[in-house]
């Protein structure tokens, strides 16, 4: 048996996915045998807005290099306008991460329908791509969180 | 000069007791020190005559003292300045007290002094600071008198005064002013033209000095739940003082973000930060961005407007602050 040693940065990445479109869009991507990597975890929630900014902070403390919100296109919320709060209330809290100093490809808004299991894959990718080349998270991360 | 003198202030109260017109006055009273003024509640004459104060440290804004006084039975007299007028009309806007309980006196303003502000000057035995035309005067145990112009000493919420304006009450007192274009954000412009390296540098010495006393939250006139999500026993409150650098980010992000479209930019929280962080520049940048990405938005200017973050628009911008992370193809 052959232990992996190698020494490689992997992320940990959070993606809170809307259940009605992005959660069903990282299903189809199974189910079409599209690869996204492992370091992805999903969160299901019931709408893009149904994320408290609290929600993606304490990601941060736990240990997440980055945090990644999955909603439906605007226009096509199951509750009509969920993702118009979304759009307005991260647009201004990562800006005010960003403000603070934490780099913000580390966060992403992202829409992708139950019919876009390929713009998953392709999204997840190119974000986990992202913060590996960014490092661990630094300057969001809590001491007493750690191993 | 203050426009407006405390015996203006004090025979208005004093004769609208008196007719019976409010039960209650809601004013400023003198402490031990100059600069130690505290909001009170006056229910008689003679304790107006006896400790009722109006100098350069009422700064205090007083529109959320009465969610609670307006619980109790009869009028309440209160005198709003500009900045509290827009706390005042916030908070009516949420329904969070009766107006009809409340009796407004709008009363000019131009600038008050803080704790702070003062004590740079005058670290050390301050015993007497006045308003003398465009000077501040102020004496000191040990260097006897000193001014300083006045206009120079403010605080920075002052110096970048938004509105002279009352933009509610029920009597003025004095003229009113008007909204100025004070440059108020320069600084957070300044900020975001750092690099993220400095702006981390930066924002960690300031925030590291936190000692979560809850100061801000307290004093905020928007800041008006009853139950706050950072008084959870489950979470573990009490262990969360100074131990973490994440705390004091969770805790200024989430205090400045709940109340985000809300903020009237009173200042307050700034003010009375035993630790002097610039906690007004975090309120400042949520408005900037609001004002640039969703349309010019004063919270209080009116009753009744809807704050940024309850509304939407179908073609609100997407900005690269969310969408992928700045490089949006």
Request: aromatic share 10%.
């Amino acid at each position: 048996m052959q232990i992996n040693n190698t020494t490689e940065f992997r992320p940990k990445i959070v993606a809170f996915c809307c259940n009605w479109c992005s959660y069903a869009g990282a299903d189809l991507a199974g189910n079409n045998r599209l690869s996204y990597p492992a370091d992805i975890k999903i969160i299901r929630v019931p709408c893009s807005c149904r994320v408290n900014p609290t929600f993606i902070l304490r990601a941060f403390q736990r240990g997440a290099d980055g945090v990644i919100l999955c909603g439906c296109h605007p226009g096509d919320c199951h509750y009509t306008s969920g993702n118009y709060y979304t759009r307005r209330r991260m647009t201004l809290l990562f800006s005010m991460m960003n403000y603070l100093g934490i780099e913000k490809e580390r966060t992403r808004v992202e829409w992708v329908s139950a019919a876009e299991g390929a713009k998953f894959a392709a999204v997840m990718q190119d974000f986990a791509q992202t913060v590996a080349a960014l490092g661990e998270s630094k300057r969001l991360e809590d001491l007493r969180c750690k191993q | 000069m203050q426009t407006v003198t405390r015996e203006q202030l004090l025979s208005k109260a004093v004769s609208l007791l008196s007719s019976g017109t409010v039960n209650r006055v809601l004013g400023w009273k003198k402490g031990d020190f100059a600069y130690d003024v505290t909001p009170s509640v006056f229910e008689t004459e003679s304790e107006l005559q006896d400790s009722f104060v109006y100098n350069i440290f009422c700064s205090a804004n007083f529109s959320k003292y009465l969610i609670s006084e307006t619980q109790k039975e009869g009028r309440v007299l209160v005198f709003l300045k500009p900045c509290d007028s827009y706390s005042f009309n916030q908070l009516l806007t949420e329904h969070r007290f009766d107006r009809e309980r409340v009796y407004a006196v709008g009363i000019p303003c131009d600038g008050m002094m803080d704790t702070a502000s003062v004590k740079a000057l005058a670290p050390d035995g301050l015993t007497h600071a006045v308003r003398d035309g465009e000077q501040l005067k102020i004496s000191t145990l040990y260097d006897g008198e000193t001014s300083f112009p006045f206009a120079k000493v403010l605080p920075d919420r002052c110096k970048l005064c938004k509105s002279k304006k009352v933009v509610v009450y029920d009597e003025m007192l004095g003229t009113n002013g008007d909204i100025t274009d004070a440059p108020r954000f320069e600084e957070v412009v300044r900020l975001e033209n750092m690099t993220e390296e400095e702006r981390y540098t930066f924002w960690q010495k300031e925030l590291s000095r936190c000692i979560r006393c809850n100061a801000c939250r307290d004093v905020c006139p928007a800041c008006t739940c009853e139950k706050c999500v950072f008084d959870n026993p489950a979470s573990g409150v009490e262990n969360k003082a100074i131990d973490d650098p994440f705390e004091e980010k969770l805790f200024h992000i989430i205090r400045a973000f709940h109340v985000a479209g809300r903020c009237t930019d009173c200042g307050e929280c700034s003010r009375v930060c035993p630790q002097s962080i610039p906690l007004h520049l975090l309120n400042r940048k949520f408005i900037y961005d609001i004002d640039r990405n969703y349309g010019e938005y004063i919270a209080g200017a009116e009753e009744g407007l809807r704050a940024p973050l309850v509304d939407y628009h179908t073609d609100d911008p997407e900005t690269d602050a969310v969408m992928e992370g700045g490089q949006k193809q």
